[in-house]
């Protein structure tokens, strides 16, 4: 074959391209040109891949449509040959590499890079200085990756911008050249005080429900206003609530969940409010599963956080499309999902049965026993303040002796400590039961007789009476009290007589369990 006769496809890629000119890769094709011309090559095509890494994320490829279409062309033999600017634009990884080799193993095919010689992937020899390249390519991406993590590990912890989209509060960074120190960012004025008027509204709504603002009543307002994320998109509570807990409103630097110390930008919030604000919304009684209710927030579902999933994950609501029934899924593995409607049906017509017998309300009505052994709460308290107070007096001992031993000082302050520790969980314990004295059985007042009436006659009417008459928390209380409920796999195929379009149930794919004072 003649050079004349040689069909060349040029590749240009450039891994970043922010101002989107491609003047990257027009450059690498002038220079491929010129290489094609030198050879005497004729160009059949010119493949790029524009502001597109060639470095994968774990076992994926990078998706490089461009290299993916000069294979193809190698493939079904419409090119002889590859000219590329570089070997570390067509790879940077050795799992790109193979694919290559194996093409040019079947068709002969040249790849001649404008910076190198000609890659011979046709020998054992030159598959070898391939390889090495891409392990050499590979080795400076990770060794680069490595020293930007290390210089934004290092300036979060002194408190500098590290780099990253604009947090919402504060004003556009600009990039600032090589050897120069990172912009201390500035506040938005008007994002700050949305921020801080949205402070105080969730702290008072904390407070007391019928006041101040809800997450989800910031973002409708915010939404309705036209304020918008960084990224331009509405707000939701996630997105909120991650702005709203950011250690960056009190200019403090977070580092892997622990406070590093300020930031050398203003503060949106005080220290004090801000912390308010996060325990509030990083309270673990928050969930997307609850709703308001007045004053407190209640489960919207019978069995949330309640039943649990045959594999030991617990079981809550989610994974139904718009316009779709509720449904139950394990929150552990998504592997399991239930109509809500249909399994709380079920488990509540097993428990109104169950209800119906005549020891039901013996079964919440705490037996005759000794009382607690241990120290009363108010005992147990004075306890605590003489420990705390030894524990001061040694402070003060060992810091007006100079000839003191500090190891001395700990041991002994160790020991009153471990004691405190353990007197701060006997009050704990003491004030617990005396809760639990005081609370209320969950059948008190619940009419037992007109249940077991409403049962023999219909057990839906009993069914529905029941719901009717008992909140969601009562029926929750009775439910953890009396059974566990387990969802497991449901039998594989439709029963004889199913008609599609008819909801499907497998009660067998629900196992109520009663607990040991029940069953």
């Not at 070997?87 to 002969?108: G, S």
């Not at 912890?157 to 590290?162: A, D, I, K, L, M």
């Not at 599963?289 to 994950?313: E, M």
């Amino acid at each position: 074959m003649t050079n004349s006769q040689v069909r060349a496809v040029i590749y240009t890629r450039i891994s970043s391209d922010p101002t989107g000119n491609a003047g990257g890769v027009t450059r690498q094709e002038e220079a491929c040109r010129k290489l094609a011309a030198d050879l005497g090559w004729r160009v059949v095509g010119v493949k790029v891949d524009d502001d597109l890494t060639a470095i994968g994320k774990g076992s994926r490829r990078a998706q490089r449509p461009g290299y993916t279409a000069v294979l193809d062309m190698l493939t079904a033999r419409e090119a002889d040959a590859v000219i590329v600017w570089h070997t570390d634009r067509l790879y940077r990884q050795a799992r790109d590499l193979e694919p290559l080799i194996e093409i040019v193993d079947r068709t002969h095919a040249v790849i001649r890079p404008v910076q190198q010689g000609e890659l011979d992937l046709a020998t054992a020899s030159g598959r070898m200085v391939a390889r090495i390249l891409a392990s050499v390519s590979t080795h400076e991406v990770e060794h680069a990756i490595e020293r930007m993590k290390d210089k934004k590990a290092a300036n979060r912890r002194s408190g500098v911008h590290s780099g990253g989209p604009r947090p919402f509060g504060f004003k556009p960074v600009r990039k600032t050249p090589r050897g120069e120190p990172p912009e201390i960012p500035q506040l938005d004025p008007r994002e700050a005080k949305l921020i801080a008027d949205a402070a105080e509204a969730l702290l008072a709504h904390a407070a007391d429900p019928q006041t101040g603002l809800s997450l989800a009543g910031v973002c409708r307002q915010w939404n309705a206003r036209k304020v918008t994320t960084p990224r331009g998109n509405p707000w939701t509570i996630s997105a909120l609530k991650k702005v709203m807990t950011s250690a960056r409103l009190p200019a403090l630097i977070e580092f892997e969940g622990e406070i590093v110390g300020p930031a050398q930008w203003d503060a949106i919030l005080d220290r004090t409010t801000w912390q308010a604000l996060r325990t509030v919304l990083r309270d673990p009684a928050r969930s997307v599963n609850l709703s308001p209710g007045h004053g407190a927030r209640v489960p919207k579902y019978l069995g949330s956080g309640i039943y649990g999933c045959h594999c030991g994950g617990s079981i809550n609501p989610g994974g139904s499309r718009v316009g779709t029934h509720p449904r139950y899924r394990c929150t552990e593995h998504a592997h399991l999902s239930r109509r809500a409607d249909l399994v709380d049906d079920l488990v509540e017509r097993v428990i109104v049965a169950r209800l119906r017998e005549p020891d039901a309300r013996d079964l919440f009505t705490p037996s005759a026993s000794t009382p607690v052994a241990g120290l009363s709460v108010e005992a147990l308290t004075a306890r605590h303040a003489a420990l705390t107070a030894r524990l001061e007096a040694l402070a003060e001992t060992f810091a007006d002796d100079d000839e003191s031993d500090p190891v001395e000082y700990r041991a002994a302050s160790r020991k009153i400590k471990e004691r405190i520790t353990a007197v701060e969980q006997e009050i704990a314990d003491a004030q617990t039961q005396a809760a639990a004295a005081r609370e209320p059985g969950p059948l008190d007042d619940v009419d037992l007789p007109e249940l077991t009436r409403r049962h023999v006659a219909s057990p839906d009417d009993a069914l529905k009476w029941w719901r009717a008459s008992y909140s969601l928390d009562r029926r929750r209380r009775i439910l953890k009290a009396l059974a566990v409920v387990t969802l497991v796999p449901g039998k594989q195929g439709r029963p004889p007589g199913w008609k599609p379009g008819t909801p499907y149930f497998d009660p067998e794919s629900v196992e109520v369990d009663w607990t040991p004072r029940t069953a």
